[in-house]
T-cell receptor, first 115, second 108 residues
Framework: GALVYQYPRRTICKSGTSMRMECQAV??????VAWYRQSPQKTFELIAL?????????EQNFTQEKFPISHPNLSFSSMTVLNAYLEDRGLYLC???????????FGAGTRLSVL | GQQVQQSPTSLVLQEGENAELQCNFS?????MQWFYQRPGGSLISVFY???GTKQSGRLTSTTVIKERRSSLHISSSQITDSGTYLC??????????FGTGTSLLVDP
């Protein structure tokens, strides 16, 4: 079955530093990849959606300058949190879609703590 | 933008009781998904339900597009059903907007 692997599962970084997280679709090629963040006590917010043959689209309150995303092929995506601060803490989930009428498969997430 | 209202915020049941979780959305949707969030945070897809009724074991999801709502029914609840359930609506641009979640606790 479809599987999405995220790395690392947990990470801690110092305030003002950056960290990179990866998302790998295993066993399928994703037509789109979406990155979400769940901040403490909040629901999931979409950061950006990357669809095959289209530019990466960022949601309001999230920018490419802060969360640059690389999507070099249909199986892999990475996102970096630049200059991380306390408000960037949370669980970052990557969701990959197989086809256009299918469910989004989520990875287990990368939990970011900022000191 | 899209808004997804999920209710109740939390629910406490005795084992064996039924649970009804609701989601209402403000705009036209392409599909509705229900997720279970594990204590560690990862999401498990429970239902992908664009419309109508789907059943899987003790779980039933009903989406009524015209009324802009979806529900998740858990029958004969078990302790292992405890956790957070999230609905998410997908718009025509394939963007998922999540509800705020229902925290379910099933007591023995």
């Amino acid at each position: 079955g479809a599987l999405v692997y995220q790395y690392p599962r947990r990470t801690i970084c110092k305030s003002g530093t950056s960290m990179r997280m990866e998302c790998q679709a295993v066993g399928f090629q994703a037509t789109s990849v979406a990155w979400y963040r769940q901040s403490p006590q909040k629901t999931f917010e979409l950061i950006a959606l990357s669809t095959v043959n289209s530019a990466i689209k960022y949601e309001q309150n999230f920018t490419q300058e802060k969360f640059p995303i690389s999507h070099p092929n249909l199986s892999f995506s990475s996102m970096t949190v630049l200059n991380a601060y306390l408000e960037d803490r949370g669980l970052y989930l990557c969701g990959a879609r197989l086809g256009y009428q299918n469910t989004l498969y989520f990875g287990a997430g990368t939990r970011l703590s900022v000191l | 933008g899209q808004q997804v209202q999920q209710s109740p915020t939390s629910l406490v049941l005795q084992e064996g009781e039924n649970a009804e979780l609701q989601c209402n959305f403000s705009t036209s949707l392409n599909s509705m998904q229900w997720f279970y969030q594990r204590p560690g945070g990862s999401l498990i897809s429970v239902f992908y339900n664009p419309s109508g009724t789907k059943q899987s074991g003790r779980l039933t999801s009903t989406t009524v597009i015209k009324e802009r709502r979806s529900s998740l029914h858990i029958s004969s609840s078990q302790i292992t059903d405890s956790g957070t359930y999230l609905c998410a609506m997908e718009d025509m641009g394939y963007k998922l907007t999540f509800g705020t979640g229902t925290s379910l606790l099933v007591d023995p």
